[in-house]
């Protein structure tokens, strides 16, 4: 089974402060994504990795950073947490292509104060 | 750019009984692929179904499956013999082929089951 797991499942933070949410996948799997689940609006790609060291923004880039040093980690970083970054974030991996299915991770709520 | 349009913010069903889950998208591809995701309360997302455009054949899985109408650009599930278990957010998604990784989310409905 493919599993993805992420650092953790509730996180506060307060207004200002770097945060780091980690995602790891044990299927060695190329592309990797980092999506935002609100209410209403669904998941929002934040950004996407095709390989180590290769990323490409998704739709809602602004305010956030990513970071893929090896293979099956990678890292969601909001530069100065801002409360209207408070959201569920989610974790995805898969094969390359449109048709494959992508793996989730169990999600981080994060809570800006 | 592409949207999916989940029109139902919430369905219920009876245990046992059939729901139809709604999804419109908008493309000028011809191209592409269609899939609905589950989300069960306090667990991770999975993948129900999937359909390939070029595919008249409409996909199914078990109690699972789709109404595919292309010209229309309707990608419905329909779930059969709903179970208790079936309570979950849906998500329908969108992938273009020659868009690479970009998939595109619905708005999600929420289903309930009642017993």
């Known amino acids: 089974d493919v599993k993805v797991t992420q650092s953790s499942r509730y996180l506060v933070k307060r207004t200002g402060e770097k945060v780091f949410l980690e995602c790891v996948q044990d299927?060695?799997?190329?592309?990797m994504f980092w999506y935002r689940q609100d209410p209403g609006l669904g998941l929002r790609l934040i950004y996407f990795?095709?390989?180590?060291?290769?990323?490409e923004k998704g739709d809602i880039p602004e305010g956030y950073s990513v970071s893929r040093e090896k293979k099956e980690r990678f890292s969601l970083i909001l530069e100065s947490a801002s409360t209207n970054q408070t959201s569920m974030y989610l974790c995805?991996?898969?094969?390359?292509?449109?048709?494959?299915?992508?793996?989730f991770g169990p999600g981080t709520r994060l809570t800006v104060l | 750019a592409q949207t999916v349009t989940q029109s139902q913010p919430e369905m219920s069903v009876q245990e046992a009984e059939t729901v139809t889950l709604s999804c419109t998208y908008d493309?000028?591809?011809?191209?592409?692929?269609l899939f609905w995701y589950k989300q069960p309360p306090s667990r991770q997302m999975i993948l129900v179904i999937r359909?390939?455009?070029?595919?008249?054949q409409n996909a199914t899985e078990n109690r699972f499956s789709v109404n595919f109408q292309k010209a229309a650009k309707s990608f419905s599930l329909k779930i059969s013999d709903s179970q208790l278990g079936d309570a979950a957010m849906y998500f329908c998604?969108?992938?273009?082929?020659?868009?690479?990784?970009?998939?595109?989310f619905g708005g999600g409905t929420r289903l309930m089951v009642k017993p």
């Open positions: 995805a991996s898969r094969y390359p292509g449109p048709y494959n299915e992508q793996f």
């Open positions: 299927m060695d799997h190329e592309n």
């Open positions: 990795s095709y390989d180590v060291k290769m990323k």
């Open positions: 493309t000028s591809e011809s191209d592409y692929y």
């Open positions: 998604a969108y992938n273009a082929n020659n868009a690479g990784n970009m998939l595109t």
């Open positions: 359909q390939e455009a070029y595919k008249q």
